[in-house]
Every structure is written in structure tokens, then in C-alpha cells.
């Protein structure tokens, strides 16, 4: 019989002779995923075989088995990091020896410039203590810097020679910081582009490209001892089911060791931690999710699966506190008119359509740009033209079509979100202060470009050609008093704590990880002790914003409660504490028709 690999990386093939066709049928019921092909060959999904590999000890010639290389290879290791992760969680086992805390200068080497803070060293040992690994640690931990110090103490043990960064591209500006900030020689580190250099000591790529890039990163991998970081991992947390997660799983099993790094590794629920860990640790490490936190008590399962990863809470990071507060706004009657006609219509659809989820993630979107100004949803000259605004309003004709109203509303009726920022914006400019405002829509954002045009803003969305230069601009430029953009683009990986500390949400999505991202950008490691961080959330009455935030602060709720951190629980209650679209999940969903039906009845 022949194992190798199927069709992709996270499928097995099995190919048995003619004559063992019968064995192989009998094989194929040991595995919950086994599906036969034809008569002679059987596909397995690598974890179910990972899991399962004692059902190949029924096969009757055992000496035959030829597997291939690299599978092979991760089955050994599979198996190894199975005894290892078991004796971590079982408590009444002997685990064997840690990194000592006071090791971890001699083990980065005169090298090593970088500062670390006593959480980091603690962090860097535990890490170093396991074969693969996953830090937790919440935005502004300085994860980039405790995962370049990984390799480094790995590299100087020759356990590894080369570093495949994966992460989006606003992480790019923080890893070549770090590389020339914490190395007496850095690493020769590029960012991919078309071919790996074999040359390079390290490799950085988006996950948009990660799918193409595929094959030619693979032997990069193989050629020489690797470790594969992913930053802000839980963008592949759809595991095999995802274009991200797939791409990740194919190139696994060709680094020696793996190590992930998000702040926000579950922000929709246990399934992403399982497709995690499932990447860290190949099928031992995806079961042990699923028996940890099939129970339940979310609060136990943090407990059993810590030994597996690192976590810097916020409160560890000794930061000034934030002030967080959500700001309830009242809708014009226009715009209150425009927004209850279109829940009326949207529920009248709801009926009987409730399973057509890419339609209600669309719906969705389309509420929260309502609950902002309904204008947005009308057809301008272009898909992103912004809204011109009449100063003073014209008073509303009467008789007046809705629809024509709905596109024509800037002109009567000034969105009270837009003003509110502009209050916000101007006060803080009076003060010297800069300004970060967030909105979702690109079309909001070009919008707030013309009504905060006098505080000369930089706008920063995925269509931004240069990108460094907007938010150089903005931390430098002393005329640059406000920055505009989306979580989506800018809710990872850029650090503006130094140069701003206020920040205005225009409007929010169901996306929880985006959102905790996007409010570490002013309020994260580095900060001056008497530095005063204030968040402003805007949220229209009685609309989807209010759905929004009570969704958000039970998907916080719930991240809090999985990694044991109360101060990720304290963000669930903004009014209290310092996605498919909108990021938009069954449970999301549900609440969403309860308020279409509540409203238009």
C-alpha cells in the first residue's frame, strides 16, 4: 500500500493492489472521513489519520507500506507531538524540563538588542519549551517581537535556519521594524514577491497571496529547517474549509516548527480554536479543542488547554486605563422614515428565506449603512462618490417619492453620526489632539474626507495606493489632526499609540476580532504613563447598531471567558468599561430577524 497525499494537503491518499481491495474497503470503515475513490484507492482527511493511525496496524502486510516523504515526516512528529501534548495536560504527569526564565538572554545571544518586558521573557520560555506553539497575548503585547525572539533562540540552537512569516499586509511595516530594532545583524528579510529568494533568511506574505504562492514556498520550507509563523492567525480560523486555512495546512508539514500569533484566536466561537490548533498540532491538537470545550464550561476548557499556549492579558501590560463609552444617538425624521421602510421590506423577505445567509450577510451591510445615513445605499457616479451634504438643509417637499428622498437626503436632513465626529474631531484638534475615525464603508469614509476636510485628513482603505505614506502623514504631519479608516484594512498590525489616543467608531460590524483589533491600535504596549485614551462609539436608536452591540459583547464575553482574561469581558459592556458580511454568524443572524420582525411590526 502507498500513503501519500491527495488531491491537497489535508487529504490523505491511500492506494492499495488489486488483490488488497478488500482490505482496503475494511480499512476505509476504521476512519469517520474515509472515502473511496475507486476500488483501489481510499482519501482520509490527514487529521482523522493523524488521529486514527493505529487502524493501520490491521494492514496485512505492514512491511509493504511505502509513505511519502513528507507525510511521513509529519506523522512521526504528529505522533511525537501527541505524547508531548498529552503529558502537558495531564496534570499528574511529568512534563519535561522548562526553559528557565533567567536562560532566555544566554539562549537569544549577544545578538539580541531588543528590550523585553518581564511578560515577553515569559512568554519567549514557554514557547521555546514547546516543539510548536500559540501566543494569545492580547493587541499590543508585542507578539512580532516575541516571535522573532523564538526564531532567534531557535536559529542559535541550529533547530531552525529559516523564518515564513504569513499575515496580512499591515503587518509587513512591524516585523521589518522589529528585524532592525532587536537584531545587531538582521535578518535578510523580504517580503515575497513572485519567487521565494533562496537567499533570504526570512520570507514575508499576505494570506491573499498564500494560495498561489503555494508551490514555490513549499520547497523554500523544505530546502532548509524552517519555523512558519502565521500573524493574526484566526484569519485562517476556517481551517481546510477556507482559502487562507487550506493554503496554511499545505505548507505545514513542511516546517520543522509552527507558531501562531493572534489576539483574538476565537472571535466567533470554539470552532475557530479547533482550526487553530489544528494547524499548531495536526489531529491530536484539533481533538483535544473539541473534548476541552464539548463540555461547555468555557471556563475549564481554558484551563486544561493552557498549557498549550501563551496569553499576556491586558491588565499585565500595565497601560493607563482607557475610556470607553457609546454615544446613543436619535435619527432625524427623515432618515428615521427612510430606515423603518427598509426593515419593513427587508422583514416582508424574511418569511420562509431565513437559510439564504449570503442574502441576509447582504442585508446586513445594508442596515448599517442605513443606520448611518440611508443616502449610502442610492447609486451615486461612482460606487464610493461621497455624500454632498447641503449647508443649511432645504427644507423636504412634499409628496416626494421615498426612493427619491432616500438619494436625495443629504440635501434635507445632515447624518447625525457625521456630525457628532465632527464635534469630536474639532474639539480634539482644538486641543492638539489627533483623531482616528472608523467606518466600515469606503463611501462613509470618502464622505468624512469632505465634511473633516479643514482638518486635512489622510484616508487609509484596501484601494489606498500608498498606504506608509497616508500614516506616516497622519503621525507626523502636525496639520494631519485626523486619520479615516476601516478595521478591515487598518485593525491589525499598525501601531499609532505614540501619535494618537482618540478614536471615533462611526459604525460597527458583527466582526468581534476585528473590532478588538481595530481598538489596540491607540492603546497597546509603549503607551506613557499618564497618556489619556478615550473611545467613542456612535450608535443610531433603536437600529442595528444596538444589535450589533449586544452581539459584540457576547462574542467578547465569550473570548474572555476561553482564555481566562477579565479584561476582554470588561469590553463586552461598552457603555460600563473602558465577517460573511458585517461578519454576520448564524447566532447574528438570529438576533437580526428578531429585530426586523420587532421593528416592522
Keep these: 500500500m502507498e500513503i501519500g497525499f491527495g488531491d491537497d494537503a489535508t487529504t490523505a491518499r491511500l492506494r492499495a493492489r488489486k488483490d488488497r481491495r478488500a482490505e482496503l474497503r475494511r480499512l476505509a470503515l476504521r476512519f469517520q472521513s474515509g472515502v473511496q475513490r475507486t476500488a483501489s484507492t481510499l482519501d482520509v482527511e490527514i487529521d482523522d489519520l493523524l488521529v486514527n493511525l493505529r487502524a493501520l496496524a490491521a494492514w496485512p502486510e505492514p512491511k509493504t507500506v511505502v509513505w511519502d516523504r513528507q507525510l511521513a515526516i509529519l506523522t512521526r512528529d504528529s505522533a511525537q507531538d501527541a505524547q508531548r501534548v498529552a503529558r502537558r495536560l495531564d496534570s499528574a504527569s511529568t512534563v519535561e524540563a522548562e526553559v528557565d526564565l533567567g536562560a532566555v538572554d544566554e539562549l537569544l545571544g549577544p545578538g539580541w538588542t531588543g528590550s523585553l518586558t518581564p511578560f515577553q521573557r515569559r512568554d519567549i520560555a514557554k514557547l521555546l519549551s514547546l516543539r510548536h506553539g500559540a501566543n494569545f497575548s492580547v493587541p499590543g503585547a508585542g507578539k512580532t517581537r516575541v ?170 501590560l500595565g ?69 454632498a451634504y447641503q449647508v443649511p438643509p432645504l427644507p423636504i417637499p412634499q409628496g416626494t417619492p421615498l426612493a427619491d428622498l432616500m ?46 476636510k479643514e482638518f486635512r485628513p489622510e484616508v487609509v482603505h484596501g484601494g489606498t495606493e500608498d498606504r506608509e505614506a497616508a500614516i506616516a502623514r497622519f503621525r507626523y504631519d502636525p496639520d494631519c489632526m485626523v486619520l479615516l479608516s476601516n478595521p478591515a484594512t487598518l485593525g491589525e498590525g499598525i501601531s499609532l499609540h505614540r501619535h494618537c489616543h482618540d478614536a471615533v467608531y462611526i459604525d460597527r460590524d458583527f466582526a468581534a476580532g476585528r473590532f478588538l483589533q481595530s481598538l489596540d491600535r491607540i492603546h497597546r504596549l509603549g503607551l506613557a504613563p499618564d497618556a489619556e485614551t478615550h473611545i467613542t462609539v456612535l450608535a443610531s436608536k433603536e437600529t442595528i447598531d444596538e444589535v450589533v452591540d449586544f452581539r459584540l459583547g457576547q462574542k467578547l464575553q465569550f473570548m474572555g471567558t476561553v482564555l481566562d482574561d477579565p479584561a476582554v469581558q470588561q469590553l463586552s459592556d461598552l457603555e460600563e468599561e473602558p465577517a460573511v458580511g458585517g461578519g454576520l454568524d448564524q447566532a447574528d443572524l438570529q438576533v437580526l430577524l428578531g429585530h426586523l420582525h420587532a421593528r416592522a411590526a
Design 147 to 316: 516571535g522573532l525572539a523564538v526564531f532567534q533562540a531557535l536559529r542559535r540552537q541550529s533547530s531552525v535556519e529559516r523564518l515564513l512569516i504569513v499575515g496580512p499586509k499591515s503587518c509587513y511595516e512591524s516585523w521589518l521594524y522589529e528585524n532592525e530594532e532587536c537584531l545587531d545583524e538582521p535578518l535578510r528579510m523580504t517580503v515575497y514577491d513572485r519567487f521565494a529568494d533562496p537567499s533570504a533568511d526570512a520570507l514575508i506574505i499576505n494570506y491573499e497571496r498564500l494560495d498561489r504562492a503555494a508551490n514555490d514556498l513549499g520547497p523554500w520550507l523544505s530546502a532548509r529547517p524552517s519555523l512558519l509563523l502565521l500573524d493574526e492567525a484566526h484569519r485562517m480560523k476556517a481551517g481546510a474549509r477556507g482559502v487562507y486555512g487550506s493554503a496554511c495546512l499545505a505548507l505545514a508539514p513542511r516546517a520543522r516548527h509552527r507558531l501562531i500569533l493572534t489576539g483574538t484566536p476565537a472571535p466567533n466561537g470554539a470552532k475557530d480554536l479547533e482550526n487553530l490548533f489544528g494547524f499548531v498540532w495536526p489531529g491530536y491538537g484539533r481533538q483535544q479543542v473539541i473534548q476541552a470545550v464539548g463540555g461547555g464550561d468555557l471556563a475549564k476548557a481554558s484551563q486544561v488547554l493552557r498549557p498549550l499556549f501563551v496569553r499576556t492579558t491586558k491588565r499585565e
Design 319 to 387: 497601560l493607563p486605563p482607557v475610556t470607553t463609552k457609546i454615544r446613543t444617538l436619535g435619527m432625524p425624521p427623515l432618515h428615521e422614515e427612510i430606515y423603518k421602510a427598509l426593515l419593513g421590506s427587508f422583514s416582508a423577505r424574511a418569511a420562509g428565506s431565513e437559510a439564504d445567509f449570503l442574502a441576509w450577510g447582504r442585508i446586513a451591510v445594508y442596515l448599517l449603512m442605513a443606520a448611518t445615513s440611508p443616502a449610502l445605499l442610492s447609486v451615486g457616479t461612482t460606487r464610493y462618490e461621497p455624500l
Design 407 to 452: 438619494r436625495d437626503l443629504p440635501s434635507y436632513e445632515f447624518s447625525p453620526k457625521y456630525l457628532e465626529a465632527l464635534k469630536i474631531v474639532a474639539a480634539n484638534a482644538a486641543s492638539g489632539r489627533k483623531t482616528l475615525v472608523w467606518s466600515t464603508f469606503i463611501r462613509s469614509l470618502n464622505t468624512l474626507e469632505r465634511i473633516l
